[in-house]
């Protein structure tokens, strides 16, 4: 299959290995991964803080650049993206744009997935090939779980992983505190969500905490670094792109 990728704003400047890891994996299992260049921003922070029109012009080049008919799946490590392009990009084109953008955004929509979502019900994988030796678990992000609806398809994405010790997350579908903007906003509700992740996480005794979206797991970082727990984040194309011959090497780096 000829899927293409979509980095994100976070991915491209924040977490690139986010990315490489989902193009290192879907190369593993056979497909063509491109890359389209010219791709920008999904325009999801603007339509969450109430600037609809403001974002036309990013909706339109993400149907100009995904929209080639020779891409036949659009991917992205990131449910909050995803669920912007197939909910929120439909909002836009309707209110604001022509019937050139409407047709182009319902074209796109259609063959867009998070990545577990790909994986899982495209191209019909739970296996991945993957080793990863450390305890880990799993926080359902909030886009991916009420959104997109994503279910248990990263848990059956994990449990396939070849060492991994997968435990289960207490209170597990309650929300970060990140939320974008509301962790600015609303800084100390925030905190306080984050507090309850936190010690959740850590009753777990995981070495690691993942998740399907970078922004999530950067807010969890840097709370569980801040209160030294021993605990790290770590993307999960990260973890299903560890194999026994080039293991992630975060855990054996310097803590």
């Known amino acids: ?13 924040l977490f690139p290995e986010a990315v490489r890891s989902t193009a290192v994996l879907l190369a593993r299992l056979g497909h063509e991964v491109v890359f389209p260049p010219e791709q920008t921003c999904c325009g999801q922070m603007h339509v969450n803080t109430g600037y609809q029109r403001e974002p036309v012009p990013l909706v339109r080049n993400f149907a100009e650049q995904f929209g080639d008919a020779s891409i036949e799946a659009v991917v992205m490590p990131s449910g909050s993206c995803a669920g912007c392009v197939r909910h929120q990009h439909q909002i836009v084109a309707d209110k ?15 063959k867009t997935y998070e990545l577990s979502e790909l994986l899982v019900d ?13 305890r880990v678990t799993y926080h359902p992000t909030c886009h991916s779980l009420r959104m997109l609806r994503v279910g248990d398809k990263p848990l059956s994405l994990l449990r396939a992983v070849d060492g991994i010790d997968l435990v289960e997350l207490p ?16 800084a100390e509700t925030s905190s306080a969500m984050l507090q309850d992740k936190m010690k959740n996480i850590t009753t777990t005794g995981a070495a690691v905490c993942t998740a399907g979206d970078s922004s999530c797991l950067m807010h969890i970082g840097g709370g569980l670094s801040r209160i030294r727990s021993g605990a790290r984040t770590l993307h999960l194309a990260q973890i299903l792109a560890s194999t026994r011959t080039s293991p992630y090497a975060l855990l054996e780096a310097a803590a």
Not at 102 to 108: C, E, K, M, N
Not at 122 to 134: M, Q, R, S
Not at 171 to 186: I, L, P, R
């Open 171 to 186: 209170q597990a579908d309650s929300c970060c505190g990140f939320g974008g903007t509301f962790a600015v906003k609303n």
């Open 96 to 110: 604001y744009g022509d019937a050139a953008l409407r047709a182009g955004v319902a074209g796109v929509r259609s």
């Open 122 to 134: 495209v191209l019909g994988v739970t296996d991945v090939g993957a080793h990863f030796p450390h």
């Open 1 to 13: 299959m000829r899927i293409g990728l979509f980095a994100t704003c976070l991915g491209d400047t």
